[in-house]
């Protein structure tokens, strides 16, 4: 077993060696000078303890003193706009002290408990999140219900529209998701009537009876995971394709996984009907045994049958997401604050870096300036899925922007913010963050290595 003397010990924690006899001697462990030495195991929960206790000083002195707080329960899976409007605060002033507190987070984030801490924080108040299968009695519930219609009237009443579906297309591999996606693109691309041409910026808008549906360019599910895991929620419906000749392969069973993770409605679209060796009912099957239950078996789940080659019932896929849009109420003000996310960036040699973002909220306009999570800049043009120069950006759609100092990530959010001070004031904040976490890595990396070494 590898052990590692007391002062050694203390010198890396950078404490006194009298000290660390006292907290080894409070969990129990027997050491008698500084030259003793400790099993390093047990080195590694001194300083895990070390880091906790100053964690918890760090971030709770202040509340500990403060007594009496008006303690919220806001249900789990609550996004910032919804807490806000349970405070009765502007979401935008709530999403700026967020900023100011370091978090990048759009209003249609959920609340999760660092969030939590932040919003609480800057209010002055607690939150806290319910889970919702948690048992809250009817009085508590009676309770909330009062308290965020109260706060409800207090706010202006907000000019809600409906938003065009954001759909992205998942599956196994082979299954026809390419396919799909040109076929929709090359039949349906408000192109015509604009006399463009499809240009790829990583998210197309069709048209299907005057209605836009947008489709995020990059099927499967990497991309979906990866910008859930940064926690942008960016996709309203789901198609899960199957082919009909193969039926349910592992990734349809990831997909459909992630998919009812993250709570988003899925259209089937079980694909290859053109072939002679289809068996769509055996596909239904199979993804019923999986809890999709088509709605001709009495289920809630839509199910088309296409061809995404010839493109039989493509129309009808269409028409179906339109529907579940509809039930879902898809909505967005197109007056606020805009904010939204990043599908794909790079660096272009001539314009520099290039992002192509979908906006959630509110109205994006050239010449606005934008922070994102890792860098900020003045929009300085941006252009649509047809290659157009445009001045404005609604709800749901996909825009190439320009401008920015640095290329961000995708699944990066983004807000309009009113000048340049505030964007560089809160991207210095965000270095000066993650400087500090390089450095406490870097202190804990060593510290395994001496570990290592013994
Ligand atoms: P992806 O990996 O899910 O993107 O699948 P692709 O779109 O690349 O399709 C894989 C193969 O299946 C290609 O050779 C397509 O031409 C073919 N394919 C896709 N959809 C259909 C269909 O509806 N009918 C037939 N017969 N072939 C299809
Ligand atoms: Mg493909």
């Known amino acids: 077993k590898r052990k590692i003397r007391i002062y050694e010990l203390a010198k890396m924690l950078n404490i006194e060696n009298k000290n660390l006899l006292e907290i080894l001697q409070d969990l129990g462990v027997e050491a008698k000078s500084h030259m003793s030495s400790i099993d390093t195991d047990i080195a590694q929960i001194v300083e895990e303890t070390l880091r906790e206790d100053k964690e918890a000083k760090h971030g709770d002195s202040k509340e500990a003193t403060v007594t009496a707080k008006e303690v919220i329960r806001i249900d789990e899976g609550s996004t910032i706009e919804r807490v806000a409007k349970i405070l009765g605060k502007p979401v935008n002033l709530v999403v700026k002290e967020l900023i100011t507190a370091g978090f990048m987070v759009p209003a249609s984030a959920i ?208 028409e179906m997401i339109l529907l579940v849009a509809e039930m879902n109420e898809l909505v967005a003000d197109y007056e606020a604050n805009p904010e939204g996310v990043v599908i794909e960036a790079q660096l272009d040699k001539g314009k520099g870096p290039v992002a192509t973002v979908i906006v959630q909220q509110g109205t994006l306009r050239r010449g606005d300036i934008l922070l994102f999570e890792t860098t900020w800049g003045r929009v300085r043009a941006m252009i649509d899925h047809l290659g157009r120069n445009i001045k404005e950006v609604t709800p749901s759609l996909p825009a190439e922007i320009l401008g920015l100092n640095e290329v961000p990530q995708a699944g990066e959010r983004f807000v309009r913010v009113e000048d340049e001070k505030e964007a560089r004031d809160a991207i210095d904040k965000y270095l000066e963050k993650k400087r500090q976490q390089e450095m406490q890595a870097v202190k804990r990396a060593s510290l395994e290595e001496l570990f290592e070494q013994m």
Do not use: C
Request: avoid cysteine.
């Open 111 to 318: 609340v999760n408990d660092e969030i939590a801490k932040a919003i609480g924080k800057a209010f002055n108040v607690v939150l806290s999140i319910v889970p919702v299968e948690a048992e809250v009695s009817d009085e508590e519930k009676k309770e909330v219900a009062i308290q965020s219609e109260r706060k409800r009237q207090q706010e202006p009443p907000k000019k809600l529209l409906p938003r065009p579906p954001i759909v992205t297309v998942m599956g196994h591999v082979d299954h026809g998701k390419t396919t799909l996606l040109d076929y929709i693109r090359k039949t349906n691309v408000t192109a015509k009537e604009a006399g463009g041409i499809t240009q790829h910026i990583g998210a197309s808008v069709v048209e299907h009876n005057s209605k836009k549906i947008v489709f995020l360019d990059t099927p499967g599910h990497e991309a979906f995971t990866s910008m859930r895991a940064r926690g942008a929620q960016v996709t309203d419906i789901v198609i899960l394709i199957v082919a009909a000749d193969d039926g349910v392969m592992p990734q349809t069973v990831e997909a459909l996984n992630h998919a009812k993770a993250a709570n988003v409605p899925i259209v089937v679209a079980i694909n290859k009907i053109d072939k002679p060796n289809a068996k769509p009912d055996r596909v239904k099957q199979q993804l019923a045994d999986l809890g999709l239950i088509p709605e001709e078996w009495g289920g809630d789940t839509i199910m088309v049958e296409i061809s995404a080659k010839t493109g039989l019932n493509v129309d009808e896929l269409l």
